[in-house]
Structure formats: structure tokens, C-alpha cells
């Protein structure tokens, strides 16, 4: 343990996936120091449709948020 979720839009590839997760577990490996076996990785594909109601949930109304997002979520469906 720990085990970081990284949820984004879809359309990046397994390649750019691979390495945000790679690239964040190093992250917190430097930051907390726990051991490189104990950190698990998942990546969540979202349409801008879908994501509204999981930024709702997980991030809007998330007391336990850490660092907010700056940006309107239903921008993501103008595009």
C-alpha cells in the first residue's frame, strides 16, 4: 500500500498511460518514502459526459480533497 487511481479523459494512449503511472509512483516514492513493491497503479478511462458525475463525486464534493482543480468540468463537453 499506498495505491493511486489516475482518472482522465479517454484518448491517451497505453504508452503515455504507462508512463504517468511510472512517473507518479516515483513521485511518491520520493515524497513518502515507502517501498517501490507497495505502490499499485490503476488508470480510468472517462468521456467528458461520464465525467461529470464522478468529478461531482469524487472531486467536487470531497471534503478530503487535497489540491483542487482549476477548471469548470462542463467545459470538457463544449469540445
Known sequence: ???????MLKGR???QKELASEM???ALYEAIGCS??????SVEDYT?????????NEVEN????IKNANYNPKDLLKK
Open 1 to 7: 500500500m499506498p495505491h493511486i487511481t489516475i482518472k
Open 62 to 65: 470531497n471534503p478530503k480533497i
Open 13 to 15: 494512449t497505453q504508452e
Open 48 to 56: 467528458p459526459e461520464e465525467w461529470q458525475e464522478v468529478y461531482a
Open 36 to 41: 517501490q513493491s507497495h505502490i499499485s497503479v
Open 24 to 26: 507518479v509512483a516515483n
